[in-house]
T-cell receptor, first 110, second 113 residues
Framework: AQRVTQPEKLLSVFKGAPVELKCNYS??????LFWYVQYSRQRLQLLLR??SRESIKGFTADLNKGETSFHLKKPFAQEEDSAMYYC????????????FGKGTMLLVSP | ETGVTQSPTHLIKTRGQQVTLRCSSQ?????VSWYQQALGQGPQFIFQ???????GRGNFPPRFSGLQFPNYSSELNVNALELDDSALYLC????????????FGQGTRLTVV
């Protein structure tokens, strides 16, 4: 069975500091990895997915199959980045559903 | 294009009762998934419906059941409610049996007392 681990419940940084939200996964096959974000009073939404290899709102994430990690990074945090971040895994193929980590709350202080 | 909408937004039920939660999928989406999010946890997959058939189920007992209608809207039913069923219930719609991006509703907060 697949599992997603986010070791930090809370990450608190100052504006302009670098941010790294950690995500590790266990899955025997070849997964798709995602980061979802939930801003205050808003619904859960997709931030980025590893197959698209794009930067969204300055965030990037690289899939490291050797370390089974998919850490989310941003070089300079902004106050509007404060939110709950969830790492999620989807098995490739049909009938695929998401397995989420427990989430990390990112707080960016001025 | 309308997004995923869920009703009601909040609900309080008594242990042992039954509850029905509703979800309207995003226009053009034929797949609906339901998730349970307990306090301090990430969303946990309950089941998925594609074209009115359940095609995937997580580790939830049979008292959690669902339906998908021809317009792709969906219901989640929970019988014999237990205190531990208190959670935020999320609905997500997508295309292609889950292969496409999942768009989430705002959730229904269920409290069992």
């Amino acid at each position: 069975a697949q599992r997603v681990t986010q070791p930090e419940k809370l990450l608190s940084v100052f504006k302009g500091a670098p941010v790294e939200l950690k995500c590790n996964y266990s899955y025997s096959g070849s997964p798709e990895l995602f980061w979802y974000v939930q801003y205050s009073r808003q619904r859960l939404q997709l931030l980025l997915r590893h197959i698209s290899r794009e930067s969204i709102k300055g965030f990037t994430a690289d899939l490291n199959k050797g370390e089974t990690s998919f850490h989310l990074k941003k070089p300079f945090a902004q106050e509007e980045d404060s939110a709950m971040y969830y790492c999620a895994l989807k098995r490739k193929g049909r009938y695929s559903t998401l397995t989420f980590g427990k989430g990390t709350m990112l707080l960016v202080s001025p | 294009e309308t997004g995923v909408t869920q009703s009601p937004t909040h609900l309080i039920k008594t242990r042992g009762q039954q509850v029905t939660l509703r979800c309207s999928s995003q226009s053009g989406h034929n797949t609906v998934s339901w998730y349970q999010q307990a306090l301090g946890q990430g969303p946990q997959f309950i089941f998925q419906y594609y074209r009115e058939e359940e095609n995937g189920r997580g580790n939830f007992p049979p008292r959690f059941s669902g339906l998908q209608f021809p317009n792709y809207s969906s219901e989640l039913n929970v019988n014999a409610l237990e205190l531990d069923d208190s959670a935020l219930y999320l609905c997500a719609s997508s295309v292609g049996q889950g292969s496409g991006e999942a768009f989430f509703g705002q959730g229904t907060r269920l409290t069992v007392v």
